[in-house]
């Protein structure tokens, strides 16, 4: 139970990022603990001493001027301040005998100190206080008077030292409070900051449950994370537009596939069933037309594929767009023709491209068949081409059922037809196939659509490419 409380804190971002937020919060304010405290113990000493040396220089002036009877009564004249300084005075001869002493009431024995390792004038000496077991710790200095006679000044350094103890429980008082506030604070702001990424994390596992909807909620889009969120749902409607792309595709093909695959069974059930070589010869060129037609499928397929990942093999080559045009027309003149639709197309001058006349043959035909196919009987198709920055763009416009505003983005999806033309023949390829093409040869093709009045599609391709 334990080490599953510990993992699940350590896999929580927010509160590791919270617990080094306050580790270094801490440290720093340790680091600068200290570094106070030091100067702060530095600057009392220093007081302390300058403070001492101000009497011993005193009273060496007034020794050296009227001698050590009058020093012995300025001492004495100072000692209420020397009381309540907790500081004391000492006179002794050159036999270290005591001439003088002025020190505080609660001091008691005689100093025992240490000389400094570094030769300094100061030392630090210890006496006993008010108590047996009691102990203050002073800071002295001592010089030779002109006489012989030793001058000794001490203090002692318990006030500075319950000064710096009030200061550092003061600073406990704050820093405790303050690092608690900020542990609390600095979790609430990464967990606030995190929280984008959970909900990431929370659509992601939504996915996986084959929720395809799912989305993750943009909470501020002019952030970072905000700005991922935006992108990591566009991502999603891709993947969820693919996904169904190829569900569908996959019944489309499914249902194309079956339905020349059954008239194939049928035609040797049949042939089966009357075993004469008629018969068999009928059923053979039936299935070898309904394997044309699988071969036709799966070859645009393919076409479809290589062209759509970029892989498509162009021959480029330059030629006469406009006669491009004528022959393309030429091959569905009759078709027309036997729907009493009229194909215009009215260009007097000569249009030159570079392109794969192969590829290019395919838009045209394409675009033509459509154009045809939804034309009602007395209707026209009129291409016209016309110079344009850089280019050339072509225009196929016809007077046929048009198509649905929700089917304009849709029509140039594999294997998607429209509801009004499911009942004309076709695999749902073609303008696929025009548009991947369209976009190997670094053109763009555009469709505007009215119902009932036609379609108008605009086709345009660079003038000059690398061949």
Same mark, same amino acid.
């Given at each position: 139970?334990?080490?599953?409380?510990?993992?699940?804190?350590?896999?929580?971002?927010?509160?590791?990022?919270?617990?080094?937020?306050?580790?270094?919060?801490?440290?720093?304010?340790?680091?600068?603990?200290?570094?106070?405290?030091?100067?702060?113990? =530095?600057?009392?000493?220093?007081?302390?001493?300058?403070?001492?040396?101000?009497?011993?220089?005193?009273?060496?002036?007034?020794?050296?001027?009227? @001698?050590?009877? =009058?020093?012995?009564?300025?001492?004495?004249?100072?000692?209420?301040?020397?009381?309540?300084?907790?500081?004391?005075?000492?006179? /002794?001869?050159?036999?270290?005998?005591?001439?003088?002493?002025?020190?505080?009431?609660?001091?008691?024995?005689?100093?025992?100190?240490?000389?400094?390792?570094?030769?300094?004038?100061?030392?630090?000496?210890?006496?006993?206080?008010?108590?047996?077991?009691?102990?203050?710790?002073?800071?002295?200095?001592?010089?030779?008077?002109s006489d012989q006679v030793v001058l000794r000044v001490a203090k002692s350094v318990a006030p500075g030292e319950a000064q710096l103890a009030s200061y550092r429980l003061l600073v406990l008082q704050v820093m405790v409070p303050l690092l608690l506030f900020g542990l609390l604070l600095t979790f609430y702001m990464n967990w606030r900051a995190l929280r984008p990424v959970h909900d990431l994390i929370d659509t992601i596992r939504s996915i996986q449950a084959n929720q395809l909807k799912a989305r993750v909620e943009v909470r501020n889009p002019e952030s970072e994370l905000g700005e991922?969120?935006?992108?990591?749902?566009?991502?999603? $409607?891709?993947?969820?537009?693919?996904?169904?792309?190829?569900?569908?595709?996959?019944?489309?093909?499914?249902?194309?596939? &079956?339905?020349?695959?059954?008239?194939?069974?049928?035609?040797?059930?049949?042939?089966?069933?009357?075993?004469?070589?008629?018969?068999?010869? $009928?059923?053979?060129?039936?299935?070898?037309?309904?394997?044309?037609?699988?071969?036709?499928?799966?070859?645009?397929?393919?076409?479809?594929? $290589?062209?759509?990942?970029?892989?498509?093999?162009?021959?480029?080559?330059?030629?006469?767009?406009?006669?491009?045009?004528?022959?393309?027309?030429?091959?569905?003149?009759?078709?027309?023709?036997?729907?009493?639709?009229?194909?215009?197309?009215?260009?007097?001058?000569?249009?030159?491209? /570079?392109?794969?006349?192969? &590829?290019?043959?395919?838009?045209?035909?394409?675009?033509?068949?459509?154009?045809?196919?939804?034309?009602?009987?007395? @209707? /026209?198709?009129?291409?016209?081409?016309?110079?344009?920055?850089?280019?050339?763009?072509?225009?196929?416009?016809?007077?046929?059922?048009?198509?649905? $505003?929700?089917?304009?983005?849709?029509?140039?999806?594999?294997?998607?037809?429209?509801?009004?033309?499911?009942?004309?023949? @076709?695999?749902?390829?073609?303008?696929?196939?025009?548009?991947?093409?369209?976009?190997?040869?670094?053109?763009?093709?555009?469709?505007?659509?009215?119902?009932?009045?036609?379609?108008?599609?605009?086709?345009?391709?660079?003038?000059?490419?690398?061949?």
């Amino acid at each position: 139970m334990f080490s599953k409380l510990i993992k699940s804190l350590h896999r929580n971002t927010a509160i590791r990022l919270s617990l080094h937020f306050s580790l270094l919060f801490l440290l720093s304010a340790l680091v600068l603990f200290t570094t106070v405290d030091y100067l702060l113990n =530095k600057s009392q000493t220093e007081k302390d001493q300058q403070l001492i040396t101000s009497f011993i220089e005193s009273y060496q002036r007034l020794h050296q001027q009227v @001698g050590l009877h =009058k020093l012995e009564l300025v001492v004495q004249r100072d000692a209420p301040y020397f009381q309540r300084s907790e500081m004391s005075v000492t006179l /002794t001869d050159e036999q270290g005998k005591q001439l003088m002493l002025v020190q505080p009431e609660s001091w008691h024995g005689e100093l025992q100190f240490k000389a400094p390792d570094n030769g300094s004038d100061w030392h630090e000496g210890q006496l006993k206080g008010a108590s047996k077991e009691s102990s203050i710790r002073v800071l002295f200095r001592q010089v030779e008077l002109s006489d012989q006679v030793v001058l000794r000044v001490a203090k002692s350094v318990a006030p500075g030292e319950a000064q710096l103890a009030s200061y550092r429980l003061l600073v406990l008082q704050v820093m405790v409070p303050l690092l608690l506030f900020g542990l609390l604070l600095t979790f609430y702001m990464n967990w606030r900051a995190l929280r984008p990424v959970h909900d990431l994390i929370d659509t992601i596992r939504s996915i996986q449950a084959n929720q395809l909807k799912a989305r993750v909620e943009v909470r501020n889009p002019e952030s970072e994370l905000g700005e991922l969120a935006c992108i990591f749902n566009e991502m999603l $409607e891709q993947i969820e537009r693919l996904i169904l792309g190829m569900r569908q595709s996959l019944d489309s093909v499914a249902h194309d596939l &079956r339905t020349p695959l059954s008239r194939m069974r049928l035609s040797l059930e049949a042939a089966l069933t009357k075993p004469d070589e008629q018969s068999l010869k $009928e059923a053979l060129m039936d299935c070898a037309e309904e394997g044309e037609q699988i071969e036709a499928l799966l070859r645009a397929l393919m076409d479809l594929s $290589e062209a759509e990942s970029g892989i498509m093999k162009l021959h480029m080559e330059r030629l006469n767009l406009s006669q491009l045009i004528r022959d393309c027309i030429d091959l569905y003149r009759y078709v027309a023709e036997d729907k009493s639709i009229e194909i215009v197309f009215a260009d007097e001058h000569d249009h030159f491209i /570079t392109a794969d006349p192969m &590829r290019l043959r395919q838009v045209l035909a394409n675009l033509l068949d459509n154009a045809v196919k939804y034309t009602p009987a007395g @209707g /026209t198709v009129s291409l016209n081409v016309r110079s344009v920055d850089k280019g050339v763009q072509i225009r196929v416009q016809d007077t046929g059922i048009g198509i649905e $505003e929700q089917d304009l983005s849709l029509v140039f999806d594999r294997l998607y037809r429209a509801d009004s033309s499911r009942s004309e023949a @076709g695999m749902g390829l073609g303008l696929s196939m025009v548009k991947a093409v369209v976009k190997a040869h670094q053109g763009t093709i555009s469709l505007e659509s009215t119902i009932g009045q036609g379609s108008c599609f605009r086709v345009e391709l660079p003038e000059q490419q690398d061949i």
